[in-house]
């Protein structure tokens, strides 16, 4: 199997057109691509590219907090939308667990605020990196939870 060179979507080796997106492929520029588990992040190629053009914005609204609810309800078809919904759904749960761990260690004093704050600090760069991912339609997982799976 080959990618396309425009919509990264696999096809068939040494086929002239891409039969998803419609776009003519050089016969050079087919690279075997690696499955998604051998590089356990980048998914973008198993989504349609339509989906994941029609539901980009439903992928952004995943990350923000309990906004994780919008992509199941508004776009329930859509695998695009239910793999960063799944990933803003991990996210919220570590963001409250963090959040919960940040109360107890106020406690002990500076080191408590030191490591909170770096937690939070975490969290918020999680956020980052799923929206621009979203935003750039791309499905990748993020550093450390994205491979908790809750969504089917």
Same mark, same amino acid.
């Given at each position: 199997?080959?990618? $396309?060179?425009?919509?990264?979507?696999?096809?068939?080796?040494?086929?002239? +057109? $891409?039969?998803? $997106?419609?776009?003519?492929?050089?016969?050079?520029?087919?690279?075997?691509?690696?499955?998604?588990?051998?590089? !356990?992040?980048?998914?973008?190629?198993?989504?349609?590219?339509?989906?994941?053009?029609?539901?980009?914005?439903?992928?952004?609204?995943? @990350?923000?907090?309990?906004?994780?609810?919008?992509?199941?309800?508004?776009?329930?078809?859509?695998? @695009?939308?239910?793999?960063?919904?799944?990933? !803003?759904?991990?996210?919220?749960?570590?963001?409250?667990? +963090?959040?919960?761990?940040?109360?107890?260690?106020?406690?002990?004093?500076? +080191?408590?605020a030191i490591i909170g704050g770096l937690l939070g600090l975490a969290i918020f760069i999680f956020l980052i990196m799923g929206i621009v991912n979203?935003?750039?339609?791309?499905?990748?997982?993020?550093?450390?939870?994205?491979?908790?799976?809750?969504?089917?």
């Amino acid at each position: 199997m080959a990618i $396309c060179s425009k919509c990264g979507g696999q096809i068939d080796d040494n086929v002239s +057109v $891409c039969p998803l $997106c419609g776009a003519p492929q050089a016969s050079n520029t087919f690279v075997n691509p690696m499955p998604a588990d051998a590089t !356990g992040s980048d998914y973008t190629a198993q989504f349609d590219p339509n989906d994941i053009q029609q539901n980009k914005l439903m992928a952004v609204l995943a @990350y923000i907090g309990i906004l994780f609810l919008i992509p199941l309800l508004a776009a329930p078809n859509s695998k @695009y939308a239910r793999f960063h919904a799944n990933q !803003g759904l991990v996210l919220f749960i570590v963001d409250i667990a +963090v959040g919960i761990v940040s109360t107890i260690l106020m406690f002990i004093p500076i +080191v408590g605020a030191i490591i909170g704050g770096l937690l939070g600090l975490a969290i918020f760069i999680f956020l980052i990196m799923g929206i621009v991912n979203a935003a750039s339609g791309k499905a990748k997982e993020l550093p450390l939870i994205g491979k908790i799976r809750i969504l089917k």
